[in-house]
């Protein structure tokens, strides 16, 4: 199928690219890698009468910075950028771990991790990484900037926290604290697939060696992606993953689809949960010298 008719701006600045939103208020969409956009268009699932493509826009929207506090994103990263050998994104393991689930490698070569915040996919990967990071998104508009924390940036399936006229410029992911460790892992049908369940994990420890929290986000349970704090089913003196498994499932309401039953999302909510907590609490002990 082909998309319904649209006008077209490539503005070559930020300020023009916010210009063009503005004037066209809620009837415009932003065009950043296209992956998702695109087959909407052509599905006639969206008809947005007016697209900014931001492609051109280069300079610092194209950046990942990186400093002590966080891993900083501009809108114009692709996926493959956080994979490549020696990226600054490696200063937030979790964010490579996740990154590498999203679909294949050529829509990581042409996708951007803004536009899949965004996107708010509730199966996507980088929206529970946001959200276990306590990370923001920040959106420009001709009015001024805005951060919006990820925990009120996902607001529903598909829908993000922004306003007409708002460009998404950058997204901004807290660098874990010492002696903590993560991981990502997830489930589907086919490599490359939407996840049927996924889940980001961190766990962080005392100065004893004991676990002092542990947190997850998981996706495709729910709307919107859905924080869980396993603290209180693991800081015991013996660490049981499976009740911190059990906990996370008392905590999620998974939907029946065409993909999976709820039952089985919750069943795999409690397995991820087990083989994520065990893999980040090795990566902590690992990172804390007390492996
Ligand atoms: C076959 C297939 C499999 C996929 N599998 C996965 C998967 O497993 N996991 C996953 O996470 N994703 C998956 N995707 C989606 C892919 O990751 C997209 O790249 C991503 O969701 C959107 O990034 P984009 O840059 O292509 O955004 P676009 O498609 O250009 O835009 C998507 C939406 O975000 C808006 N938008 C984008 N950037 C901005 C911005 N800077 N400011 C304001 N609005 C903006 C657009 O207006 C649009 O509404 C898949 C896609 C395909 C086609």
């Given at each position: 199928?082909?998309?319904?008719?649209?006008?077209?701006?490539?503005?070559?600045?930020v300020?023009?690219?916010?210009?063009?939103?503005?004037?066209?208020?809620?009837?415009?969409?932003?065009?950043a890698?296209?992956?998702?956009?695109?087959?909407?268009?052509?599905?006639?699932?969206?008809?947005?009468?007016?697209?900014?493509?931001i492609?051109?826009l280069g300079g610092e929207l194209d950046r990942i910075e990186?400093?002590?506090?966080?891993v900083r994103i501009g809108a114009l990263v692709r996926?493959?950028r956080?994979?490549?050998?020696?990226?600054?994104?490696?200063?937030?393991?979790?964010?490579?771990?996740?990154?590498?689930?999203?679909?294949?490698?050529?829509?990581?070569?042409?996708?951007t991790a803004v536009?899949?915040?965004?996107?708010?996919?509730?199966?996507?990967?980088?929206?529970?990484?946001?959200?276990?990071?306590?990370?923001?998104?920040e959106?420009?508009?001709?009015?001024?900037?805005?951060?919006?924390?990820?925990?009120?940036?996902?607001?529903?399936?598909?829908?993000?926290?922004?306003?007409?006229?708002?460009?998404a410029v950058a997204a901004t992911?807290?660098?874990?604290?010492?002696?903590?460790?993560?991981?990502?892992?997830?489930?589907?049908?086919?490599?490359?697939?939407?996840?049927?369940?996924?889940?980001?994990?961190?766990?962080?420890?005392?100065?004893?060696?004991?676990?002092?929290?542990?947190?997850?986000?998981?996706?495709?349970?729910?709307?919107?992606?859905?924080?869980?704090?396993?603290?209180?089913?693991?800081?015991?003196?013996?660490?049981?993953?499976?009740?911190?498994?059990?906990?996370?499932?008392?905590?999620?309401?998974?939907?029946?689809?065409?993909?999976?039953?709820?039952?089985?999302?919750?069943?795999?909510?409690?397995?991820?949960?087990?083989?994520?907590?065990?893999?980040?609490?090795?990566?902590?002990?690992?990172?804390?010298?007390?492996?």
């Open positions: 199928m082909k998309p319904p008719s649209f006008g077209y701006h490539r503005p070559l600045t300020a023009d690219a916010l210009a063009a939103l503005a004037e066209s208020g809620s009837d415009a969409k932003v065009l890698g296209g992956q998702s956009l695109i087959p909407l268009l052509n599905m006639r699932l969206a008809a947005p009468k007016v697209l900014v493509d492609n051109r990186v400093d002590d506090q966080a996926h493959a956080l994979l490549r050998p020696g990226s600054p994104a490696a200063a937030l393991p979790l964010l490579a771990e996740a990154t590498r689930n999203v679909a294949h490698p050529t829509i990581r070569n042409r996708g536009g899949s915040l965004v996107h708010a996919d509730p199966a996507a990967e980088l929206p529970a990484v946001l959200l276990l990071s306590g990370g923001s998104v959106l420009a508009s001709v009015h001024g900037t805005r951060a919006v924390p990820a925990d009120q940036f996902f607001v529903g399936p598909l829908q993000a926290a922004l306003a007409p006229g708002e460009l992911f807290p660098r874990p604290p010492a002696r903590s460790g993560s991981a990502f892992l997830e489930v589907s049908r086919r490599a490359g697939d939407y996840a049927l369940v996924g889940v980001a994990l961190q766990v962080r420890l005392d100065g004893d060696g004991r676990v002092a929290s542990a947190r997850a986000a998981y996706l495709s349970v729910g709307p919107t992606p859905v924080l869980v704090d396993l603290t209180d089913a693991v800081t015991g003196s013996t660490v049981d993953w499976e009740d911190a498994g059990r906990l996370a499932q008392s905590q999620v309401e998974p939907d029946d689809d065409i993909h999976a039953s709820a039952a089985y999302r919750r069943h795999l909510v409690g397995v991820l949960t087990r083989r994520a907590g065990q893999v980040a609490l090795a990566r902590a002990r690992e990172a804390s010298g007390d492996a």
